[in-house]
């Protein structure tokens, strides 16, 4: 396969899902954030269960929206059982909707080198946090978790 013109390509980024709307809600604001930083104009977020938009449901958009090869990006941190069983076989059965269409389910997040960043930068913010010298992140907004805790 030669490679799809950026314009032609969806990507879904896919985490697990969660009954916790807060979480899902996550995941839509990194679709947003990934969609700012790609030249693909076509980014949507699915939940591998739980929750909606689907995997079916998001390339169905993709699809729509004009799509001619579909990313599947999950949005693991390591390879296990989701991404080498569970997204490939969600993955078929949305394509398999749409005949023609070519998909790839990429890598999980794994050891890319900015991963270390990140763990750096997060370590870092909390650590400023309970400093005083930061707000809460977003993960901990509101929650009373970023706290130092003893015995």
Request: net charge negative.
């Amino acid at each position: 396969m030669t490679s799809p013109r950026p314009e032609a390509i969806g990507l879904i980024v896919v985490d697990h899902g969660s009954r916790r709307a807060e979480s899902n809600a996550m995941l839509e604001e990194m679709a947003g954030m990934v969609a700012g930083v790609v030249p693909y104009p076509i980014v949507e977020p699915a939940h591998m269960e739980l929750a909606e938009p689907s995997i079916q449901s998001a390339f169905d958009t993709c699809v729509a929206r004009g799509a001619t090869t579909v990313v599947i990006s999950p949005y693991f941190l390591l390879p296990g059982k989701h991404w080498d069983e569970d997204i490939p076989h969600l993955a078929a059965e949305a394509a398999s909707r749409h005949p023609g269409v070519p998909y790839l389910v990429a890598a999980p997040l794994g050891l890319h080198p900015l991963m270390a960043q990140a763990v750096a930068a997060r370590v870092g913010h909390c650590l400023s946090h309970v400093a005083g010298d930061a707000g809460e992140c977003e993960a901990c907004a509101g929650t009373g978790r970023c706290a130092v805790q003893t015995a």
